[in-house]
């Protein structure tokens, strides 16, 4: 055959697939309905485990890498687990018909969780002066609102996400209000504010971006500010999800974010600026990368291409972010140190203990 015949059937091949993994999305949908009727969980570990095993094995008497075989396997049934986790999410919806405001609801995360409320029942309106989300009720200005909505979300940057909470303690909304910030220290002053007024106020930060369809795997943290009643509803959002909840003071929320976002962050971005300023092309060192190379530059990118207004204030609002960006410049120095003057034992030292303390970490999880 030609090369033009054998690519027609290549293509072929491709739309079957495609028609296969449609039949295997419709099924997941079928599954999801008969997990619910039954309370199962939506994820099965070892069913997934059964799954990946067996494509493995048949693989391998098929000639196709067993490696290949399972990473297909695997975004195939992560693409199960997200329809099963958006049928549930609407089965057991907290809405039923109640109101939502969302303030800041056609930024990324904003649109995030306007649609996240409306899969769960709630009727939302949007408050935006930077643009209309389609299909939604709408208000340039939030303050044009009434704020008796049963659910108001706070989804704008930081600084002005402070304003907006204290000017909604002025008013005194009885539905549970909760802002999505990456920090929580800058915004104590409207939360105090909402909570002296008497308002169910929480604060909820999710760990994940607005590209994020399935929350297996994912983290949830929320913020006890004072009213138990608010922290239950708004973790009851999340009650029907895969995504781990997890509940912590304001402070211990943005000391442990110092490391977690804070830290990652800044060796990222001293990463991408060493490659720029070192005069070596990108192209040329893409030519001669390593797996390691590749995996933190994949990771940089994505960094390098995120909102350098929000980092900026991840690393300058945190009370806390000085001590790890401290940890980062101590530990270069230290490379820096045992590298400069031979000190073998040195940097031995300091791969084992990070060797040990990652370790630790797989312990834990």
């Known amino acids: 055959m030609t090369l033009e015949e054998l690519r027609a059937q290549l293509s072929a ?6 028609t296969l993994i449609a039949r295997r999305q419709t099924l997941s949908r079928e599954v999801a309905e008969a997990k619910r009727a039954v309370g199962r969980a939506t994820r099965d570990f070892k069913r997934e485990r059964d799954v990946l095993m067996q494509a493995r094995s ?3 008497g098929l000639g196709v890498s067993p490696d290949l075989a399972e990473s297909v396997m695997r975004l195939l049934i992560r693409g199960s687990l997200a329809t099963q986790e958006r049928i549930r999410v609407a089965a057991g919806g907290q809405g039923s018909g109640r109101t939502a405001l969302v303030i800041g609801g056609a930024g990324k995360m904003g649109r995030w969780f ?3 409320l ?5 009727v939302v309106t949007v408050a935006d002066p930077q643009a209309r989300v389609e299909g939604y009720a709408y208000f340039a200005d ?6 008796e909505y049963d659910l108001i979300v706070v989804a704008t940057p930081m600084q002005i996400a402070n304003t907006i909470l204290e000017e909604l303690a002025a008013r005194k909304p009885s539905g549970v209000v909760f802002d999505v910030g990456s920090l929580k220290t800058p915004l104590r002053p409207g939360l105090s504010a909402l909570q002296k007024a008497g308002c169910r106020v929480t604060s909820i930060h999710p760990m994940f971006g607005p590209d994020t369809e399935l929350l297996s795997g994912r983290h949830v943290i929320f913020i006890d500010a004072g009213n138990r009643e608010a922290l239950e509803e708004a973790q009851n959002l999340f009650a029907s999800t ?3 909840r997890v509940v912590m003071s304001l402070d211990e929320h943005d000391r442990l974010i110092a490391y977690v976002l804070g830290l990652s962050h800044a060796l990222n971005i001293a990463f991408f600026t060493a490659l720029a300023e070192s005069g070596e092309a990108a192209p040329r060192l893409a030519q001669l990368s390593s797996t390691t190379y590749d995996a933190q530059v994949d990771v940089a990118t994505k960094v390098a291409n995120e909102n350098p207004e929000m980092y900026f204030e991840i690393q300058n609002l945190n009370e806390y972010g000085r001590e790890s960006l401290l940890a980062l410049r101590q530990s270069v120095e230290r490379i820096w140190e045992s590298v400069s003057s031979g000190n073998n034992a040195e940097f031995v030292a300091l791969m084992q203990r990070g060797r040990e303390y990652l370790a630790g970490r797989v312990r834990e999880t």
């Open 142 to 147: 939030w303050r044009s609102a009434a704020v």
């Open 58 to 60: 048949s693989a391998a």
């Open 114 to 116: 306007v649609e996240f």
């Open 118 to 122: 409306t899969s769960q029942s709630y």
């Open 13 to 18: 091949l491709d739309a079957e697939l495609l």
């Open 242 to 244: 895969m995504a781990e």
